[in-house]
């Protein structure tokens, strides 16, 4: 019975602190969603670079 008081209190607490919470509008979303592929892109690309100057590296010595 005190499990089910407590699991219900929690949902309760949970559902409360979600209504305080300031959700982003679409504008917001998607301008960071930009950014967040932008970076992903030049990560990959660089990744990517010392990759390939790594590789070579390990090429020339073996």
Do not use: P, R
Not at 14 to 37: F, G, M, P, Q
């Amino acid at each position: 019975m005190n499990l089910i008081k407590v699991t219900i209190q929690f949902f309760k607490d949970a559902y409360y602190e979600l209504t305080k919470s300031i959700w982003l509008d679409k504008k917001e979303v998607v301008a960071t969603t930009v950014v967040v592929i932008i970076f992903v892109i030049i990560m990959s690309i660089f990744v990517s670079i010392i990759d390939m100057f790594l590789g070579t590296i390990i090429g020339v010595i073996l």
